[in-house]
């Protein structure tokens, strides 16, 4: 990547972070003031988070594993087979988990009155 390019991205960051934390700093004043609790914006932390992040970086292993077998083994060429094994695997991994947290949280859901 060219170094040009670097520091008008760099900026940019800078500037938006800026300007997004000067004003949820002021939602967030203004909340309090109101006597409203500001914490309703904290997004709520359970374990489903964590077996997302697991099960993507498995199926990413996976697919670098896979991609290196491919690469070795057949026609395809190095790029192509870790880009799109990576991706493969990846994806499967995230659609596993959605399936996964759905049953869980069904599990979880007390029962209808």
């Given at each position: ?70 690469a070795s083994y057949t026609c395809l060429?190095?790029?192509?087979s870790y880009f799109s094994l990576i991706c493969l695997f990846g994806g499967l ?21």
């Open positions: 990547m060219e170094s040009g390019i670097l520091v008008p991205i760099a900026f940019f960051a800078m500037v938006f972070g800026i300007v997004y934390l000067a004003i949820r700093k002021k939602e967030r004043t203004l909340m309090i003031q109101r006597g409203l609790d500001p914490s309703t914006f904290e997004p709520k932390k359970t374990q489903l988070g964590n077996l997302k992040w697991g099960l993507l970086f498995l199926g990413v292993g996976v697919g670098i594993l896979l991609g290196r077998v491919f060429g190095e790029e192509a991994s995230l659609i596993v988990y959605h399936f996964l947290a759905r049953k869980m949280e069904k599990e979880n859901l007390p029962p209808k009155q």
